[in-house]
């Protein structure tokens, strides 16, 4: 008995330093896609050094390409942002989510 009123505050201690709301699956804390200026990267090359210009811009955390007929998922991500290509390789749009 007298174990279990030694380790029980240690115990509670533990719980109190949980977030007090988990971050969304999937999701990166502090990133969340803007998508003021993303317009002006339609008709351009997709590159590597664009998609991290796109990145920037938008500030969120991750991005999909997305080629032409190719089937994504529908869910939303806060911190994602989509390029959707048209042939050729060149961005078409540019969208959050």
């Not at 699956?25 to 990267?41: I, N, R, V």
């Not at 007929?69 to 961005?91: C, S, W, Y």
């Amino acid at each position: 008995m007298r174990r279990i009123a030694l380790t029980a505050p240690a115990l509670l201690a533990a719980c109190s330093t949980a977030p007090a709301q988990p971050p969304a699956h999937g999701e990166t804390p502090g990133h969340e896609c803007q998508s003021a200026g993303l317009e002006k990267f339609a008709g351009q090359a997709a590159t590597s050094e664009i998609g991290a210009e796109i990145l920037r811009v938008s500030k969120a955390a991750t991005i999909r390409w997305v080629q032409p007929e190719q089937m994504v998922t529908m869910e939303f991500r806060a911190d994602r942002v989509t390029v959707h290509l048209a042939a050729g390789n060149k961005i078409e749009r540019v969208n959050c989510g």
